[in-house]
């Protein structure tokens, strides 16, 4: 990757409640080189401007999509993202739409379920890996590179007992290098 212009796409549909997500886009929105947008705040009503979507596609190199992880997927606003913005043409079939070819594709989440639960037998049964497959997927159809995740787990709203939830300053070192990790991006 040379001097990877970075756009982080955040998808959280209450961020003012959130504790994981807040403090991990607070860590990266005002690096020099990264754009970031809060799309649930661009798109209350859901009705998504496609070409504006697009050209921010094409105007960066690495897309970040940072969201809870809801329903082992993602918030319904990323989907209907997918479904509008990937359009036949522009993102696919390979050959014909390959506009995003060669683009890195980064998935950032958090999620309630601690770690262990992610495993086979374990409370989810499935790793992450397995879970984030329809992501892998779509990206290697649009000819992007897919990077490995950032996981931050147990992630719960304060004031839930009984569950392993993390402190806000672990969520903060998450947060830290997270920052750092897309620092090296933008500097290499
Ligand atoms: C609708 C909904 C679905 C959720 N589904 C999952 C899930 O499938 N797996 C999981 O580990 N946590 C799940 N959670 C918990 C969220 O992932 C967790 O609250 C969130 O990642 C915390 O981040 P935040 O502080 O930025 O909101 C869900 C929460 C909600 C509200």
């Known amino acids: 990757m040379s001097k990877p212009r970075i756009l982080v796409n955040l998808f959280h549909p209450n ?18 080189g990264v754009t970031f947008r809060n799309l649930y705040q661009e798109y ?20 970040v999509f940072q969201h809870p ?13 997918e479904d509008r913005v990937l359009e036949q043409g522009f993102a696919y079939p390979p050959g014909v739409g390959d506009k995003l070819n ?5 998935t950032v989440i958090t999620t309630g379920g601690p770690e262990v639960a992610y495993r086979s037998g374990g409370f989810n049964n499935y790793t992450i890996s397995e879970l984030l497959r329809p992501f892998q997927q779509t990206a290697n159809l649009c000819g992007m590179k897919w990077l490995p995740p ?18 806000d300053d672990e969520i903060k070192k998450h947060a830290k290098d997270y920052r750092e990790f ?7």
């Open 15 to 32: 961020i003012d409640n959130s504790r994981g997500n807040k403090f991990l886009s607070e860590g990266v929105l005002d690096l020099p």
């Open 102 to 106: 060669g683009k890195h594709w980064l």
């Open 69 to 81: 992880f809801y329903w082992y997927s993602c918030p319904s606003l990323l989907k209907e993202w």
């Open 150 to 167: 950032i996981v931050v787990h147990s992630v719960l709203p304060k004031g839930i007992e009984g569950f392993k939830n993390i402190s």
């Open 44 to 63: 209350p009503d859901f009705k998504i401007n496609v070409k504006y979507e697009q050209q921010l596609l094409l105007d960066h190199d690495l897309i």
């Open 182 to 188: 897309l620092k090296e991006c933008v500097m290499q």
